[in-house]
């Protein structure tokens, strides 16, 4: 179960850190080093004391890293802006298991039916979807005795060596939070796994009467508006607009406002600016992502599609981001008279397919071809061979396809592309497995496969 942190907000006044760093630390840290007052006499004093016990110094250390850790350095760090999406914190294990109930089958009553079908089970359709922890990443920094010897020089140095070792760590650490998060939506939209609005979307007037009836269409049940098809809603006070700030800036704010049944301050509570769905930071990403499987860099055709982008609508529940793991250590390195500080942080990044979402697009949703790999091809009795399919789309259409055999009874096809030859089929037998596109039954292509 996700928990969200506890925040607690630390001045950026270095003395206030300094002294909570006192208020922390063991008795007897506290019994020899005194309480910091704005004056430098007073941090120099206190830094004499410090430095001349090693125990002491490594206990300032260890604690102000806890401290900074565990509260938020208002300064010079940089924030998520995304983050408020995010469902907080998984305290054990490092998989999420996410269920949902679809619509329960209704029945006609019949008491002469009734009474031999008292006892019968039926079981609910419960549909799921597993969000793994797939990001696992560290960030380092080396001080030396110099400089937190220096540190206890001045108030600006001590708030210069805090911002040094934490401020930049964390920024770090949020920043690549964030274009992760950005970079997933990209890949999402990309790869057709988001509900197009049917009709381009030119002008502001049309934008702003789109997201009215859209906004509205989210509050009532309905299968069309996410991933899995199943019937759910989203609530307006659930509904939040990721918007390009050039599109933001042309639209009137008061008629969104309307558009969602909400005041000015509330609604823009629920707008989140981007900065151009097409902009990338493609040399942190392959930094950060290049080792994992699933990884594949946004090249010049994702942003070319993805300029067409005008907004983005979504439930509160679509972003399915945890954090797994936040610890920071440090260690002494005597050879070397420095300090290792680490920042582990482990992560999910996902997306819920029951969630509704919707992509609006300059461009119309359609789907051009169809291709199945391969065309053709011949198999023994009781083979298998797993089939692909490529789908051209404009517009953000769904890129997936539908399976059928011609003769299942001698070669049967899985939903998602695996073909079986029976045992039992005759030779030289030819069966026809067609791809269907979900989104336009017009578009499809086949692979013919005989029987050995």
């Not at 206890?152 to 401020?167: H, V």
Request: aromatic residues 12%; contains cysteine.
């Amino acid at each position: 179960m996700a928990r969200y942190p506890k925040i607690e907000t630390l001045s950026n006044n270095a003395v206030d850190i300094i002294n909570a760093v006192k208020n922390s630390a063991g008795q007897d840290y506290k019994n020899y080093v005194p309480y910091v007052t704005p004056d430098s006499d007073s941090l120099k004093a206190m830094g004499a004391v410090v430095m001349d016990r090693p125990s002491l110094l490594n206990e300032f250390i260890d604690t102000l890293s806890n401290v900074i850790g565990m509260r938020v350095v208002t300064s010079k760090m940089y924030e998520n802006p995304w983050a408020f999406m995010k469902k907080g914190i998984l305290d054990y294990g490092e998989t999420v298991e996410e269920n949902f109930v679809t619509l329960i089958k209704p029945h006609e009553y019949d008491p002469y039916v009734a009474q031999n079908e008292l006892f019968k089970n039926e079981v609910p359709d419960v549909r799921t979807a597993f969000h793994i922890r797939n990001y696992q990443k560290f960030y380092k920094i080396t001080i030396n005795y110099d400089l937190l010897r220096d540190a206890f020089a001045s108030w600006g140095a001590m708030r210069s060596f805090i911002d040094y070792i934490f401020a930049q760590m964390y920024t770090s650490a949020n920043y690549d939070e964030y274009i992760v998060m950005k970079y997933m939506l990209q890949h999402v939209l990309c790869d057709g796994l988001m509900t197009p609005y049917e009709k381009p979307i030119n002008n502001t007037n049309t934008m702003a009467k789109t997201m009215r009836a859209m906004s509205d269409n989210f509050t009532l049940m309905s299968p069309n508006y996410n991933l899995a098809h199943v019937h759910n809603f989203t609530l307006k006070n659930d509904q939040f607009l990721f918007m390009d700030t050039f599109m933001l800036a042309e639209m009137d704010v008061d008629e969104l406002a309307v558009a969602f049944n909400m005041d000015k301050v509330n609604f823009m509570g629920h707008v989140v600016a981007i900065d151009g769905f097409d902009k990338t930071d493609n040399d942190r990403l392959n930094e950060l992502l290049s080792p994992a499987e699933w990884y594949r860099p946004l090249n010049a055709g994702d942003l070319e599609t993805l300029a067409n982008v005008s907004a983005v609508l979504v439930g509160r529940d679509w972003f399915q981001i945890y954090d797994n793991l936040i610890r920071r250590t440090n260690i002494e390195n005597p050879d070397a008279l420095s300090y290792n500080f680490d920042l582990h942080v482990w992560k999910t990044f996902s997306f819920s397919p029951f969630e509704n979402a919707v992509v609006f697009s300059s461009v119309a949703p359609a789907v051009t071809s169809v291709t199945v790999n391969p065309a053709t091809a011949t198999l023994d009795k009781g083979a298998s061979l797993q089939l692909s399919s490529t789908v051209a789309t404009t517009g953000f259409a769904p890129k997936s396809v539908t399976w059928a055999s011609n003769n299942p009874d001698v070669v049967s096809v899985s939903p998602r592309g695996m073909v079986k030859v029976s045992s039992t089929a005759e030779s030289e037998t030819q069966v026809t497995i067609t791809a269907t596109s979900t989104f336009d039954s017009s578009k499809k292509n086949t692979c013919v496969i005989t029987v050995a």
